[in-house]
């Protein structure tokens, strides 16, 4: 079922409805930008959405900067929603289960990455702390370290958070601030005659909408929204398969989100079960519609590698199971937010390439600072515009999971 929307033209047209989009209208609202808002998604059940397919969890052991910061606010906004959120009574009081992320190092070569990666998360203000293998075993005894050279985990501020609240708070006082979200898809854009600004986007449903502005909020399908700009973006889907499950013999304390060295990772997710993730090791690009479980990489892959480092999940009963998609940024695995530098009132909010929902809250609000006061207010995003895409310059992100 498509909807109509109820006007010719729009100040800004967000495409995508889902966290980011969200996140960019309700921020929107709350910058009193001046001007209608209307948010297109294809589809609002979210059935195959990046935002329903999530860890739903936050960090800040990264190693750029910028997305320590990043998530620092994240972390502030969750844990005074209500706050953020005009002292709204119906605002759930919202906290972060800070179990920690636990990487674990089993090359000289992944150690130093830690260490330097320390450096940069301590000068950000974050709590990281680095473990030898002796530390590890002492505080979390169902570890196998027996290929563990060294190890980090942050305590503070870091492990899960009910993302599917803000979500839906967003979204709801975003309606009830005015924006208008509608069932529908964008086919096509008009750009004017020196192509520098896209004058109306195209419906699936035929109608022609004029606009100030778009924010290409799509997700995995970004670079489908560019091109109808004009526009390539390195943005593509790629599957990630989780699964929960039960143990036979359940672990006595909160098991940090571990990533091994393999690339597979492992969390507490709470009432007994716990949540693991990874992908296969050839890695490509798939079709916008693929979700279809890989069965073989369970017992080929994850199980085993589960089953070694933690040897109390040798016997473990699977639960239930899904495959997602990545928005994931080929070019160096970050952000790609603001304009693009010749069609002007084109926007980018894509490509965070897992991180999406624990950037979710920077994210919106730089967007929403960007359109209505031209310039970031809070925290100076522009690293991470188009301008090092033209340029050939990555910001390489080294702790993507």
Known sequence: ????????????????????????????????????????????????????????????????????????????????????????????????????????????????????????????????????????????????????????????????????????????????????????????????????????????????????????????????TSRMAGIDIPVEPRKRYSWVFTAEKPLDRDLPLTIDPSGVHVRENGGGTYQAGGHSDIDPAVAYDDFVMDHDIWQDHIWPVLATRIPQFEAIKVQSEWAGHYAYNTFDHNAIIGPHDQVTNFHFLNGFSGHGLQQSPAMGRGIAELLTHGDYRSLDLSPFGYARIRAQQPIAEKAVI
């Not at 209500?82 to 919202?94: A, T």
């Open 1 to 224: 079922m498509t909807q109509a929307p109820r006007h010719h033209t729009y100040d800004i047209i967000i495409v995508g409805g889902a966290i980011m989009g969200s996140s960019a209208a309700w921020f929107l609202t709350d910058n009193d930008f001046n001007g209608r808002i209307l948010v297109i998604e294809r589809d609002p059940t979210y059935q195959f959405a990046s935002t329903t397919h999530t860890n739903s969890c936050m960090r800040q052991q990264f190693s750029e900067e910028l997305n320590v910061r990043i998530s620092q606010f994240a972390a502030d906004f969750v844990k005074n929603l209500r706050e953020y959120m005009g002292g709204d009574d119906r605002i759930p009081d919202l906290k972060i289960r800070s179990f920690g992320y636990m990487y674990l190092a089993n090359t000289e070569g992944f150690a130093d990455i830690l260490r330097e990666n320390v450096k940069v998360q301590h000068a950000a203000g974050a709590a990281t702390q680095l473990m030898t293998p002796e530390q590890i075993k002492a505080a979390y005894p169902f570890y196998n370290v027996d290929d563990i050279l060294l190890g980090s985990i942050n305590r503070v501020d870091e492990g899960y958070w009910d993302g599917a609240a803000v979500f839906d708070w967003w979204r709801r006082q975003a309606r009830e601030r005015g924006i208008e979200y509608i069932e529908n898809e964008v086919v096509g854009m008009t750009l004017n005659a020196t192509g520098t600004r896209v004058e109306s986007v195209t419906l699936k449903s035929g109608e022609q909408i004029g606009c100030g502005h778009v924010i290409n909020a799509s997700g995995p399908r970004a670079v489908e």
